[in-house]
């Protein structure tokens, strides 16, 4: 078992950055692959971005590429900064966790999950 927390969140400005950490209880790094994932008010949540357990990989989807980057500390915490926020990057935002040995963006595949915290961007 692994319990996620996520802190950072926070209401910013349209432009301005923000940084998430996900703390697990257990040591991830060179066991699992993290996860980010976000979802808006009326929306199916989705993938932000990952990075792989070794560390060595990270990926990520179309919208944020180029303005958000996925990092770890090598043992048990991950990191989202978010830099030159939208107002559609308003949501909550998840980490997760699994055991794996491919890439893969699918909610169901990733077993354990933080609580949440909420990013709010204003315009």
């Known amino acids: 078992q692994v319990q996620l927390v996520e802190s950072g969140g926070g209401l910013v400005q349209a432009g301005g950055s923000l940084r998430l950490s996900c703390a697990a209880s257990r040591r991830t790094f060179g066991y699992y692959d993290m996860g980010w994932f976000r979802q808006a008010p009326g929306k199916e949540r989705e993938f932000v971005g990952s990075?792989?357990?070794?560390?060595?990989?990270t990926y990520y989807a179309d919208s944020v590429k180029g303005r958000f980057t996925i990092s770890g500390d090598n043992a048990n915490t991950v990191y989202l900064q978010m830099n030159t926020l939208k107002p559609e990057d308003t949501a909550v935002y998840y980490c997760?966790?699994?055991?794996?040995?491919?890439?893969?963006?699918?909610?169901?595949?990733?077993?354990?999950w933080g609580q949440g915290t909420q990013v709010t961007v204003s315009s």
């Open positions: 997760a966790a699994r055991r794996g040995s491919y890439y893969t963006t699918k909610i169901y595949e990733f077993d354990y």
């Open positions: 990075i792989s357990w070794n560390g060595g990989s």
